[in-house]
């Protein structure tokens, strides 16, 4: 066991804020890895050193491996913590670490490289005896996509094997679509993830999508953490979260749990994970989707409604120290909200508004937290995710929590740059959502539908 004393933050944004904060609330020096872009963020001012790790484009920085080793080793640090996106999902930096004696604060190499290839994480979570979405293996050819979707009713949903997010995902409602979206599919894999392959699986069109929060330990000591629902989505990117799923049964909530731990028993995961399902509430059935070996972006509802830190429970373990908590001492009470705020104009089709900020003044209230990297005069990069704040609030029930963040989400007072605070809001006041009749297409199908007529109402 070896006790951090120095971390490299290897992200930027909220969730290097988040790294941050932790490190400081466990005496670890932050150092933070920024671009050229980044030197002047709130990160940079909070980390106790900074070092430059190249150009504002991410390719020419935040994702390459050597440039954070170079930092990590130039500056000292003992570990690096990846946070999400950019390289967190990437064997290759925790491959690195190993190499240069450094403690990569996540899961396994093997883990990673395992979860990340989709149909083997399939056809393993198949082997324990979760089910699957009816599917198929490896498709090489548009040829054998045509054969194979025949054995399926459509729609039926085009997937990459190597990677996820929504990159590379397409449906085909009818064998003509398929013909067109196999060559888009195919090209979007291999420049999201420089892997062209794909496999197919049956679309469930009312579809929700849950994940179950992991932890575990070098010791093999394993705990979940409850369920989130992530099915609120726009081009498969999530919009809103929360936390328990308004569409799950205790039952079949505990069967996912069940299901989750199996498959992170299989392989002896370490650190943090997420084990996705899909929910098909008419049938009352769940499916097994995949793997994400890091923090997701979502984890503040599960922190809200359990009270444990999962970003210094990570580094924890990462250093080698036993899980700080039990099965046993994971108590959820209440509900949580997250809504994702981007600097984007939903009027406008959410075309991204970079830009500088005026006026930054998020709600402030005993069950409200904002997780952010903005404040008056940041200037929003073009470069990067268009993410600006995470509202996430707290409730004694459902309707309890989305009273609060309807609320806070009024007081929430941002100008210089568009927001997607006016749709979180006309969101929240929908009835579907409030009753929980929603899915993983409704925002799309419908929701925006509503949003746009509504905008052009106001405009005459």
């Known amino acids: 066991m070896k006790r951090i004393s120095s971390l490299l933050v290897a992200n930027r944004g909220e969730i290097a804020v988040r790294i941050i904060r932790a490190c400081r609330d466990l005496g670890i020096k932050s150092i933070l890895a920024a671009s050229e872009a980044d030197r002047e963020s709130l990160p940079a001012q909070m980390a106790d050193r900074v070092v430059c790790i190249g150009p504002p484009l991410a390719g020419q920085s935040y994702l390459k ?23 967190a999902e990437q064997p290759e930096l925790p491959e690195a670490c190993a190499r240069y004696g450094l403690i990569f604060v996540g899961p396994k190499a093997e883990h990673i490289r395992q979860m990340g290839d989709k149909i083997l994480a399939r056809q393993m979570a198949e082997s324990l005896g979760i089910p699957v979405i009816p599917g198929s293996g490896l498709i090489r050819d548009l040829g054998q996509a045509m054969a194979t979707a025949e054995k ?3 729609p039926i949903l085009l997937k990459a094997a190597g990677g996820g997010g929504g990159r590379g995902m397409k449906i085909a409602r009818q064998p003509g679509d398929l013909k067109i979206i196999f060559a888009e599919a195919s090209a979007e ?14 679309f469930i069109p009312t ?35 929360e936390a328990p799923s308004p569409a799950l049964s205790r039952g079949l909530g505990e069967e996912m749990e069940r299901a989750a731990l199996a498959l992170a028993h299989r392989i002896q995961f370490e650190n943090a994970g997420t ?60 509900h949580s909200i997250e809504c994702r705020i981007n600097a984007e104009s939903p009027e406008q089709g959410f075309h991204p508004s970079p830009g500088r900020i005026d006026l930054w003044n998020p709600p402030r209230g005993e069950r409200i937290r904002v997780d952010t990297h903005c404040h008056p005069g940041y200037f929003v990069p073009p470069y990067y ?25 009024g007081n929430f007072l941002v100008s210089g740059v568009d927001t997607t605070i006016p749709f979180h809001r006309y969101l929240l006041r929908n009835p579907s959502f409030i009753q929980g009749l929603i899915h993983t297409r409704w925002i799309e199908d419908i929701l925006l539908k509503e949003f746009e007529q509504n905008a052009r109402d106001h405009l005459c």
Request: aromatic residues 8%; contains cysteine; proline residues 2%.
């Open 189 to 202: 894999a291999q420049a999201a993830f420089g892997d062209s392959r794909l496999y197919l699986e049956r």
């Open 275 to 334: 084990v996705e399902f899909i929910l098909d509430p008419e049938e009352k059935k769940f499916y097994f989707m995949e793997m994400n070996t890091r923090i997701q972006v979502e984890h503040p509802v599960t922190e809200m409604i359990t009270g444990i830190d999962l970003v210094k429970e990570q580094i924890r373990v990462a250093s080698g120290q036993p899980l700080g908590f039990s099965q046993e001492d994971v108590k959820r009470q209440g």
């Open 207 to 241: 579809a929700r999508h849950v994940e179950i929060q992991i932890m575990g330990d070098q010791y093999r000591n394993l705990v979940h953490l409850g369920e989130r629902d992530c099915s609120l989505q726009r081009r498969y990117q999530k919009m809103l979260e």
């Open 65 to 87: 491996v050597g440039a954070m080793i170079m930092a990590a080793v130039g500056t000292g640090a003992e570990a690096i913590h990846p946070g999400y996106g950019f390289l």
């Open 385 to 409: 995710d268009s993410l600006l704040a995470k509202i996430i609030t707290w409730g004694q029930n459902r309707l309890e929590a989305i009273s609060q963040m309807q609320k806070a989400l």
């Open 152 to 154: 399926f009713s459509y």
